[in-house]
């Protein structure tokens, strides 16, 4: 009873905080209803699909939020300085991303792929990405007990940017106008998950 209440508890922990949280959501809830009827499987699914015009704000393909930026921003050296920023960071195409989902019948498993077109804005750039992941499950034969492992990653994304520049040819991180050298650092690490879960159903 100990193992299955850690168990719970840690899976539970590690879904809140980790990426693709909508594909991971309903790729458990199509695990569990596989378990009864396999039979609505028959066609592939998505189970994550958005299109999107990024504007200030820049995601990752798995979701996570990295970048957010004001459109009118003040110098960090002297606040009396202020530009309008805004053109700088609004993307120049709908950026679309989606996970589809095919479901292997004899071997309980969730084949999943998908696509990240990436944005292009004038000062940065997230390039296109695509995705690989798959998910099992095992029951009990009174389909009372759920174990399930996912497992699921973006491959090919890079994020690029680039500094304004002022009347002198000197380089500033548009954000906060603060020294090119000086701006923050960003995690750019490929986005990964793996997901276990034990489930007792009644």
């Known amino acids: 009873m100990k193992l299955v209440l850690f168990l719970l508890i840690y899976s539970l922990g590690s879904f809140s905080f980790a990426d ?4 991971r959501r309903v790729i458990q809830v199509a695990m569990l209803a596989a378990v ?12 994550t699909i958005d299109s999107v015009s990024e504007r200030g704000f820049f995601s990752r393909s798995s979701g996570y ?15 009396s300085v202020r530009y309008d920023i805004s053109e700088f960071y609004k993307s120049k195409n709908s950026r679309f991303r989606f996970i589809g989902n095919y479901f292997v019948k004899g071997y309980d498993s969730f ?36 174990i399930s492992l ?12 680039s500094p304004c520049v002022d009347a002198y040819n000197r380089k500033y991180w548009c954000p906060n ?26």
């Open 36 to 47: 009864q009827q396999p039979e609505k499987f028959k066609y592939p699914f998505v189970s």
């Open 177 to 202: 106008l603060t020294a090119w050298e000086d701006r923050p650092g960003m995690n750019f690490k490929q986005q990964a998950f793996i997901d276990f879960r034990f489930i007792y159903l009644f």
């Open 150 to 161: 996912s497992i699921g990653s973006w491959f090919g994304e890079s994020v690029g940017e």
């Open 65 to 79: 939020t990295f970048l957010g930026v004001n459109n009118v921003v003040s110098s960090y050296y002297d606040s």
């Open 111 to 146: 084949l999943s792929w998908g696509y990240d077109t990436g944005a292009v804005a004038e000062k940065i750039e997230i390039s296109s990405s695509f995705f690989l992941g798959a998910s099992k499950f095992f029951t009990n034969s009174k389909n009372d007990r759920f």
């Open 20 to 23: 693709d949280l909508e594909h």
